[in-house]
């Protein structure tokens, strides 16, 4: 089985300011929610979403073998929420000009209305990482709206043909048994699916919680509109990871893989997030080990796609970076 080579346009449309900490520049703001209510920070974002991804990026990955973009959008997209900054037409750009390219698209809903989690690039505005609420679980008015969002999203694009899927959240927190998020993701695959082109991928996030959620849609998939369940593979982040070995690290991997068989065993799988980041300084030879090693455990998933495509600074979140040091092929 062929999995299709993905890279993340993170940082463009949901900003995050540890990517592009310049926008932030001379600003009090912590993030993009802050930074949307001053009037020269709009501006910025505005210059960002123009000018951060243009046709010679794309044109870019796609010699490097890219085949599918994961773009993550916030639920201000189309610009009726004057606390942020819309970017509808950055998105119709992408669409037009990655189907002009030959590449294919994974529209993700990173943002959702209320913040389905408490993290920053969730929209919330939140500068402690309550990584545990479940605020938004309990808000149905909240997840009303996001799923207005995700229809219209799919009534815009539907026609495209290489519109391959779209993921209904990014990284929700989960309650205890995954039941409410569960529930949430069923009437949004319901919603989805009526308006959806026949063939579009609908996928939904594990929200670091795989054995919770897996499997949640099988009272509702249909064969036209494929379910697929999102996973994000980190090494980098807690306590845990910082006093693993590298051979550990490696070891882990081997993990990865047996849970990904697993979890396909129920349905279809992608990597959403991965990175050559870890917590400890790597020679270029062990950075190469570990992409390598990572993508042998994403075999067999339909897609992976690397977090992410650039930053401002160089280093391993830094796919270009890292591909023109020649640390990934």
Not at 12 to 23: A, D, N, Q, R, Y
Not at 118 to 138: D, P, Q
């Amino acid at each position: 089985m062929h999995t299709l080579k993905g890279i993340n346009l993170g940082g463009w449309l949901v900003i995050e300011k540890w990517m592009t900490p310049s926008l932030f520049s001379g600003t009090t703001a912590r993030n993009e929610f802050e930074l949307s209510k001053i009037d020269e920070g709009r501006k910025r974002i505005a210059r960002h979403h123009k000018t951060f991804i243009t046709e010679r990026d794309l044109k870019w990955l796609k010699e490097q073998g890219i085949e599918i973009l994961r773009v993550p959008v916030g639920h201000w997209i189309f610009g009726d929420n004057e606390r942020y900054v819309g970017a509808i037409e950055r998105l119709d750009w992408l669409m037009d000009t990655s189907l002009s390219l030959g590449l294919l698209v994974l529209l993700d809903l990173h943002a959702a209305p209320n913040a389905q989690n408490r993290a920053a690039h969730s929209g919330s505005g939140n500068v402690v990482y309550e990584i545990h609420s479940t605020k938004w679980l309990n808000n149905k008015s909240a997840q009303n709206k996001t799923i207005e969002v995700l229809t219209r999203i799919t009534e815009r694009y539907r026609h495209l043909p290489h519109f391959w899927g779209l993921e209904l959240l990014n990284e929700p927190s989960v309650d205890l048994l995954g039941l409410k998020l569960a529930w949430f993701y069923r009437r949004a695959y319901k919603a989805v699916a009526r308006v959806a082109r026949p063939g579009m991928h609908v996928i939904f996030s594990d929200g670091y919680a795989p054995l919770r959620l897996t499997n949640c849609l099988w009272l509702v998939k249909k064969h036209d509109f494929p379910v697929v369940m999102d996973t994000h593979v980190y090494q980098v982040f807690g306590e845990h990871n910082k006093r693993l070995s590298f051979e550990a690290h490696i070891s882990t991997l081997r993990w990865v893989g047996r849970l990904l068989w697993f979890l396909r065993l129920q349905q279809p799988m992608i990597v959403g997030e991965w990175s050559a980041m870890l917590p400890q300084k790597t020679t270029d030879e062990q950075t190469r080990t570990y992409v390598d090693e990572q993508t042998k455990a994403f075999s067999g998933s339909l897609a992976h796609f690397y977090w992410n495509y650039k930053t401002e600074q160089d280093g391993r979140w830094n796919y270009r970076h890292m591909t023109e040091k020649e640390l990934i092929q």
